[in-house]
């Protein structure tokens, strides 16, 4: 999946720190409580020579979004699941107790598994194209390897 971002930062390391906008459908949503002007996700990622300003499209793989779709939302159901079928008979406060503590430990084995799994450098986003915003036409886009 491509996606669009602007370079808003480069790093002492090297990395751009990109910005995306975030998608239409989050107009309808309040889960996060975000307001407007704040729905964007800055991401820090290797530069391929993109500048402060710059437009970049960056290629997303399908297994990271894949992988990263199971961790946050499937694993915290299956461990929520788990706990109350291991609790089924107890005190309610028990097993609600269980439920939400599982569901903690998967957030944490989430959290690992970012650190390590997506440390894979096939996993992390990268930078496809590059856009000058320094006035330059757009047939000056820069292809990158």
Do not use: W
């Not at 996606?3 to 002492?12: A, F």
């Not at 690992?112 to 006035?135: C, S, T």
């Amino acid at each position: 999946m491509i996606e669009i971002g602007k370079v808003i930062e480069i790093k002492p390391d090297g990395r751009a720190v990109v910005r995306f906008d975030r998608k239409a459908s989050c107009d309808k949503c309040s889960m996060c409580m975000m307001s407007k002007k704040d729905m964007h996700i800055d991401y820090a990622m290797d530069n391929a020579g993109a500048k402060e300003g710059d437009a970049v499209s960056v290629d997303l793989s399908a297994a990271a979004l894949s992988v990263a779709t199971l961790i946050v939302y499937v694993l915290p159901l299956l461990f929520a699941l788990a706990a109350f079928l291991l609790t089924r008979g107890v005190d309610e406060r028990i097993q609600l107790g269980a439920v939400l503590g599982a569901v903690a430990v998967s957030f944490g084995i989430a959290a690992f598994a970012d650190a390590k799994y997506f440390k894979r450098k096939r996993l992390r986003p990268r930078m496809v194209k590059i856009m000058r915003n320094e006035g330059q036409e757009s047939d000056k886009e820069l292809e990158v390897r």
